[in-house]
């Protein structure tokens, strides 16, 4: 292939019609963007450190944490330091990495879902053949497909777009560099790569959703046969707080790459919510709705604050005993010299005794 490309760099224009509102959107994006880190990264170590959670429902829960920590982190920084800077620039190989990062964790977190879907089907259809359906074996599988199949999905869009040559004019009219912004730039016919990619997003995107609908079809049928109203209560609860992330994940993606019309405006805005908002939402989803993890984390900051304690005693007791070893020591000091000083008085005595005779 020619290489045509004489762009070496993109100009983010950011989100469309926000002129002046830089500051107030920088503080909004950071406090959702710490929040996300700090809430996803509190819900993966309590899962890491609380053996009652070492099940295959909070294996997924724990790596969709850390998926939620690393998809705001692709473009979220970036943008932050475009609200607050005169620079708006993206390298040629930056805005590539950024691409193929947001469609490779998406997808990834798209293959999650379904996986996390179809275990709570086995739990709730199949609940005295779910450690053998779901055994670690499994899980590790699921996942591992999960992120192969994420890591494909990026590869092939990111090679479909930065495959076309690029001559200017460099603005992509987003945040972040995506493929509804870029593909207006080329220099060339987008025509293939325009259907292959919205075609493979929205493969990737239905059969998803599909295979979710399907699971929690037979979820619902399930949670209907349970007799008492207490037991259907407590199957629905294992999965409201699922369901409520899926919408919130599926909802924006729909609307940006399913649409037939494009409205720049309204893709940043929904862009903006699906890569800083939502992911910021998961923790308390999953904290406030689950009693399991709410105990998890009721138990490790007992944990914290007992260990701080341990830890806050010991330091006290390690500071009398040097305080009491220094008094000791100068005490024997003390002792010493005046012993010393008592023998150097005695045997000035003596000579002065023996100098006299």
């Known amino acids: 292939m020619q290489n045509y490309t004489s762009v070496t760099e993109f100009t983010l224009l950011g989100i469309p019609n926000t002129e002046g509102l830089e500051n107030m959107l920088f503080v909004l994006f950071l406090a959702f963007y710490l929040f996300t880190l700090l809430g996803n990264l509190l819900i993966f170590l309590t899962i890491l450190v609380s053996s009652n959670l070492h099940t295959p429902m909070y294996f997924f829960l724990g790596n969709l944490s850390v998926f939620d920590i690393f998809f705001p982190s692709v473009s979220s920084p970036k943008m932050m330091l475009h609200l607050m800077g005169p620079s708006r620039t993206i390298s040629y190989q930056g805005c590539a990495c950024q691409l193929f990062f947001y469609h490779f964790l998406g997808?990834?977190?798209?293959?999650?879902?379904?996986?996390?879907?179809?275990?709570?089907?086995?739990?709730?259809?199949?609940?005295?053949?779910?450690?053998?359906?779901?055994?670690h074996r499994v899980c590790t599988g699921l996942m591992l497909g999960t992120w192969l199949g994420g890591c494909l999905h990026g590869s092939i869009l990111t090679f479909l777009v930065f495959k076309l040559p690029f001559c200017g004019p460099n603005e992509v009219d987003n945040f972040f560099c995506d493929i509804p912004g870029l593909l207006p730039l080329a220099c060339a016919d987008t025509s293939l790569a325009q259907t292959v990619s919205f075609t493979n997003v929205d493969v990737v995107t239905l059969t998803c959703f599909f295979l979710i609908l399907t699971s929690y079809g037979h979820i619902v049928i399930s949670i209907l046969k349970i007799g008492t109203s207490a037991g259907r209560r407590r199957a629905f609860s294992t999965c409201s707080a699922h369901l409520i992330s899926?919408?919130?994940?599926?909802?924006?993606?729909?609307?940006?790459?399913?649409?037939?019309?494009?409205?720049?405006?309204?893709?940043?805005?929904?862009?903006?919510?699906?890569?800083?908002?939502?992911?910021?939402?998961?923790?308390?989803?999953?904290?406030?709705?689950?009693?399991?993890?709410?105990?998890?984390?009721?138990?490790?900051?007992?944990?914290?604050?007992?260990?701080?304690?341990?830890?806050?005693?010991?330091?006290?007791?390690?500071?009398?005993?040097?305080?009491?070893?220094?008094?000791?020591?100068?005490?024997?000091?003390?002792?010493?010299?005046?012993?010393?000083?008592?023998?150097?008085?005695?045997?000035?005595?003596v000579l002065h005794h023996t100098t006299v005779r």
């Open 107 to 135: 997808g990834t977190e798209c293959f999650l879902y379904t996986v996390m879907a179809y275990d709570r089907f086995v739990a709730i259809c199949h609940p005295l053949r779910y450690t053998v359906i779901m055994s």
């Open 246 to 349: 899926i919408f919130l994940f599926y909802g924006p993606v729909m609307l940006i790459y399913l649409r037939p019309a494009s409205s720049p405006w309204l893709d940043s805005v929904i862009q903006a919510l699906n890569n800083i908002v939502t992911p910021s939402l998961n923790p308390l989803i999953y904290t406030l709705r689950n009693k399991d993890v709410k105990l998890a984390l009721r138990q490790v900051f007992t944990q914290v604050v007992h260990i701080s304690g341990i830890e806050r005693r010991r330091c006290i007791v390690s500071n009398i005993s040097i305080k009491k070893w220094v008094q000791d020591s100068t005490n024997e000091l003390e002792a010493s010299v005046g012993l010393r000083g008592r023998v150097l008085e005695n045997v000035t005595t």
